[in-house]
């Protein structure tokens, strides 16, 4: 369609600046809380509910709006923080737009109350759909407090597309931690749906926030990083401090590398290369450290007016700031993290390797250890063989000295009639290769069973037998462990307790970032509940790409991958017969759950071959 060429009402470039500004009910958060921060609050309330979608109220003592000024805050463009084009080149406020009011207020019914300290009596402003309502006095205490209503009323396209409720309160629930890390000196409170989820000391101490957004256990993992001086004299004077994570403590993706440039939260793949790359042979591939880093530089080495939200910057020297980063939490984690042991047993704990254990050199005698319900698995095999179990018994001595094992796992007991036909063939154990790969013979040559890999995939089709048969899977704990976790993955557990529930957890709050565990799936009843509930956790915040599995496959897949016999685990050849006996009757026996391979085949025409026979 075409026409002349015509001025836009006032209301519809209003709504269409709020598109780049005001993208979620995070945004509007964000915008207020930097607000807050520029007029020097000490204490700042963060409240929402449903998500930030029917009200935000951000509340702060800052130094407030004069009367005669607080409508003029609704004007576009509008902004006490600079005054010509030169000061944009040396910017230290974190808002500088005069944008964030005037789109929220276009999209939204938001009312101001505030009192500057210089005054006796405040002011109050309400605007709806970028239309003033109505301004006058009111009483207030000094600073200022804003109420979003109703976000994105007149723009249904954009209400339409935002997420879930809680999607939208975890994305509050980052800005504001994430504030709070970055000033540990102001006291930040943030109430969702009536219930205060975070809170903050304002102590000043960076560390004494991370215990409160991260837990006291994680941060016992992390390593306080320090300036370096600059490698040379030519280079502008860059800081770099915070916290990083030991190597034993790493996650799945790079969410958790939470980068600040002179106070403002930014997105920037390069400096968070950078912390990966200061990991380098430290922790495992597809492995990446948790951090928290403040970047401090002369605001002339930083254009912080790329984009709307700010979230992004361009540097005069971006080389000298990536390694300023690399070479700051480089040198905290070599000079602190815990040296490892030298050498070390290459199969130990292999399936686990984002965790690494400790390592020690393996015996070259066999060893032989009892695995939790070996016992009643032994009774049956000796009622089908006798001779053969006490046989098998004697060609394992007694280990004559303690040797670190990774904990064992029961193999499960379907030694009796299998309900499922037979996909493979019948195969007969010959051995065991580096506690690892199980070697069988069959019909058709040599099979290399992976022992893990193998006893995942049984374990798997088991548990979803059960499911489709609405059988128990769930053992209650002795005594119900309580485990605290972080305000922002207490959330996600919240918001998935029936899904935890339908696999076979029994999980109750008891307090606010607190959780009860009563009880947890059966094939996981010799672990530690707590343990379990942070490898849940793991998999509950690495949420889910377009195209992968359900969330609940793969916590499936993670109760499977934890019960299953390790790599490293020295087996009987009776405990490797029934794990191959049950293999061979399950549906896919050549996959484990993650789509690995649990055996390779060699024929004996390839046999054949490698031996030179015709």
């Known amino acids: 369609m075409s026409g002349s060429i015509q001025v836009l009402p006032d209301t519809v470039a209003a709504q269409i600046a709020a598109g780049e500004v005001v993208e979620r009910p995070a945004s509007a958060v964000k915008e207020l809380v930097e607000n807050a921060l520029d007029a020097g609050a000490t204490s700042i309330t963060v409240e929402i509910e449903e998500g930030g979608k029917k009200l935000i109220r951000v509340?702060?003592?800052?130094?407030?709006?004069?009367?005669?000024?607080?409508?003029?805050?609704?004007?576009?463009?509008?902004?006490?923080k600079l005054r010509t084009v030169d000061d944009l080149n040396h910017i230290l406020t974190l808002g500088f737009r005069g944008e964030a009011l005037a789109s929220i207020a276009a999209v939204s019914r938001t009312t101001i109350v505030s009192r500057a300290r210089s005054e006796e009596i405040g002011a109050t402003v309400q605007v709806e759909g970028g239309e003033m309502r109505y301004a006058r006095q009111a009483g207030a205490p000094a600073g200022t407090v804003v109420t979003v209503e109703n976000l994105f009323f007149n723009t249904p396209a954009r209400l339409k597309f935002l997420k879930a409720d809680s999607t939208e309160r975890r994305h509050v629930m980052q800005l504001v931690t994430n504030y709070a890390m970055a000033y540990p000196n102001v006291r930040f409170r943030l109430i969702m749906e009536g219930r205060e989820q975070f809170h903050s000391p304002g102590s000043?101490?960076?560390?004494?926030?991370?215990?409160?957004?991260?837990?006291?256990?994680?941060?016992?993992?992390?390593?306080?990083?320090?300036?370096?001086?600059?490698?040379?004299?030519?280079?502008?004077?860059?800081?770099?401090?915070?916290?990083?994570?030991?190597?034993?403590?790493?996650?799945?993706?790079?969410?958790?590398?939470?980068?600040?440039?002179?106070?403002?939260?930014?997105?920037?793949?390069?400096?968070?290369?950078?912390?990966?790359?200061?990991?380098?042979?430290?922790?495992?591939?597809?492995?990446?450290?948790?951090a928290v880093l403040m970047v401090t530089m002369q605001p002339e080495e930083v254009d912080v007016n790329v984009h709307p939200t700010k979230a992004e910057v361009r540097f005069r020297a971006p080389e000298a700031v990536f390694s300023a980063v690399q070479r700051a939490v480089r040198r905290a984690v070599v000079d602190q993290a815990p040296v490892p042991p030298i050498g070390g047993d290459p199969y130990q704990n292999v399936e686990e390797g984002w965790r690494p254990a400790p390592q020690n050199r393996p015996d070259p005698r066999p060893l032989r250890t009892m695995v939790p319900g070996e016992e009643q698995l032994r009774m049956e095999l000796r009622s089908l063989d006798p001779g053969r179990f006490a046989h098998q018994r004697a060609d394992y001595p007694m280990p004559t000295r303690p040797q670190p094992?990774?904990?064992?796992?029961?193999?499960?007991?379907?030694?009796?009639?299998?309900?499922?036909?037979?996909?493979?063939?019948?195969?007969?154990?010959?051995?065991?290769?580096?506690?690892?790969?199980?070697?069988?013979?069959?019909?058709?040559?040599?099979?290399?069973?992976?022992?893990?890999?193998?006893?995942?995939?049984?374990?798997?089709?088991?548990?979803?037998?059960?499911?489709?048969?609405?059988?128990?899977?769930?053992?209650?704990?002795?005594?119900?462990?309580?485990?605290?976790?972080?305000?922002?993955?207490?959330?996600?557990?919240?918001?998935?307790?029936?899904?935890?529930?339908?696999?076979?957890?029994?999980?109750?709050?008891?307090?606010?970032?607190?959780?009860?565990?009563?009880?947890?799936?059966?094939?996981?009843?010799?672990?530690?509940?707590?343990?379990?509930?942070?490898?849940?956790?793991?998999?509950?915040?690495?949420?889910?790409?377009?195209?992968?599995?359900?969330?609940?496959?793969?916590?499936?897949?993670?109760?499977?991958?934890?019960?299953?016999?390790?790599?490293?685990?020295?087996?009987?050849?009776?405990?490797?017969?029934?794990l191959i006996r049950q293999l061979e009757r399950c549906e896919s026996p050549r996959t484990c759950p993650h789509g690995r391979p649990t055996m390779l085949h060699i024929s004996g025409e390839e046999l054949a071959k490698q031996f030179g026979r015709t």
């Open 59 to 80: 509340s702060d003592d800052g130094q407030g709006i004069e009367q005669d000024e607080l409508a003029l805050a609704f004007a576009r463009h509008a902004t006490s």
């Open 204 to 290: 000043g101490d960076v560390a004494d926030v991370l215990v409160e957004v991260f837990g006291l256990e994680t941060f016992k993992e992390m390593l306080e990083v320090s300036p370096q001086p600059p490698t040379r004299p030519d280079l502008p004077p860059i800081e770099v401090y915070g916290f990083t994570s030991t190597p034993n403590l790493n996650r799945s993706n790079r969410s958790q590398i939470i980068l600040f440039v002179n106070g403002r939260a930014i997105s920037d793949q390069s400096l968070t290369y950078a912390v990966s790359q200061a990991y380098h042979t430290l922790i495992p591939s597809g492995r990446y450290p948790m």
């Open 405 to 578: 094992q990774p904990k064992p796992t029961e193999i499960p007991d379907s030694v009796g009639r299998p309900a499922r036909p037979r996909t493979l063939p019948i195969l007969r154990v010959i051995g065991q290769v580096g506690a690892m790969y199980i070697v069988a013979e069959g019909p058709a040559g040599l099979y290399l069973i992976d022992q893990h890999a193998a006893h995942e995939r049984i374990l798997y089709e088991q548990f979803m037998a059960q499911h489709a048969a609405m059988e128990p899977v769930a053992q209650r704990t002795l005594d119900a462990a309580t485990v605290e976790l972080s305000p922002s993955s207490a959330q996600r557990v919240e918001e998935a307790l029936d899904l935890l529930a339908h696999l076979g957890f029994e999980i109750e709050p008891f307090g606010a970032s607190t959780f009860r565990v009563r009880a947890i799936p059966a094939l996981l009843a010799d672990r530690d509940p707590g343990d379990v509930m942070k490898m849940i956790v793991q998999d509950l915040e690495s949420g889910n790409e377009p195209g992968e599995v359900t969330l609940e496959e793969k916590l499936v897949r993670r109760v499977c991958k934890t019960a299953a016999v390790k790599a490293g685990q020295t087996l009987s050849y009776d405990e490797m017969q029934g």
